[in-house]
């Protein structure tokens, strides 16, 4: 009798872990689970190889896709939980700890165009804090549905800095913004810079308060020399336009009107 419940639970067992080979079908059910089977063609479904828990991956195994894709680590109820690695359609590789498969992960990105992503992963896309560094250019902070998104800092391959908020990748919002000849804007950024409400320092001593676009006084400003001398009034692509220029005593010693200094 003893032998006979211990046989019966070495086949329970056997059924219940062991290795092999099963293929997953259709989409994820309502239930979030997948449909696993022994029976498919690889050609057409996911084939996953190794440890099986109550007929699903559990444990340590390799998952491959018909169309190149491939996920290798640590399963738990059908996908990648815990430490492993998954290589996507296009070539981009993925190795750190998932959770949920790539619904939730956090690790380093690599693609084959060269870019670098380390950080948090959400529903497949760069979403959480990460480090993204492409074509000599680096960013770290704040990421959502796969664009650079809030808080950050932003160093391009030529030298310039921006340190605020950014919106679906785009300097947006309150930041400060460093040109590699050492001019710091300060201010409010729209569209990528396209238009700065703020002060500029200038890298040879001058100062700018107003309205800017692509870095340059448009728009109603003051400008302030070095030797004291200021503009105030209405800026063209960084010239005067409709205004005054003082000495700095106060005195008039210029006025512009539709650009052209009278």
């Known amino acids: 009798k003893h032998l006979l419940i211990l046989l019966s639970i070495l086949l329970l067992s056997s059924c ?4 092999g080979i099963l ?4 989409e994820v059910n309502d239930l979030n689970v997948y449909i696993w089977d022994e029976f498919g063609d690889e050609n057409f479904d996911p084939m996953y190889e190794g440890d099986i828990h109550y007929g699903k991956p559990y444990g340590f195994g390799v998952l491959i896709f018909p ?13 990648l939980n815990g430490h492993g690695r998954a290589t996507l359609p296009n070539g981009t590789k993925f190795v750190g700890e998932f959770k949920d498969g790539l619904n939730d992960a956090n690790g380093i990105m690599t693609s084959p165009d ?4 380390d950080g948090d992963i ?6 959480g804090q990460g480090t993204y560094s492409f ?7 704040e990421f959502k549905n796969g664009m650079m998104h809030g808080q950050g800092t932003f160093i391009t391959h030529d030298g310039n800095k921006y340190i605020g908020e950014m919106s679906k990748g785009q300097m947006n919002g309150r930041g400060t913004f460093i040109s590699s000849d050492g001019s710091k804007f300060i201010g409010e950024f729209i569209h990528g810079g396209e238009k700065i409400i703020g002060t500029v320092y200038l ?3 001058n100062k700018y308060v107003g309205d800017m676009q692509d870095f340059k006084p448009y728009g109603q400003g ?19 336009f409709n205004g005054r220029k003082y000495d700095k005593g106060g005195n008039i010693i210029g006025k512009w009107v539709n650009g052209k200094q009278q």
């Open 114 to 117: 060269g870019y670098i992503y």
């Open 203 to 205: 890298s040879d001593g």
């Open 67 to 79: 169309n190149g894709a491939m996920q290798v680590g640590e399963f738990k109820d059908g996908v």
């Open 135 to 141: 074509d000599g250019n680096k960013y770290v902070g």
């Open 122 to 127: 959400k529903n497949s896309k760069l979403h």
């Open 16 to 19: 219940v872990n062991k290795k």
């Open 222 to 240: 003051k400008m302030f020399w070095s030797n004291g001398n200021y503009f105030v009034g209405e800026w063209k692509n960084g010239k005067e």
């Open 23 to 26: 293929y997953r079908h259709g």
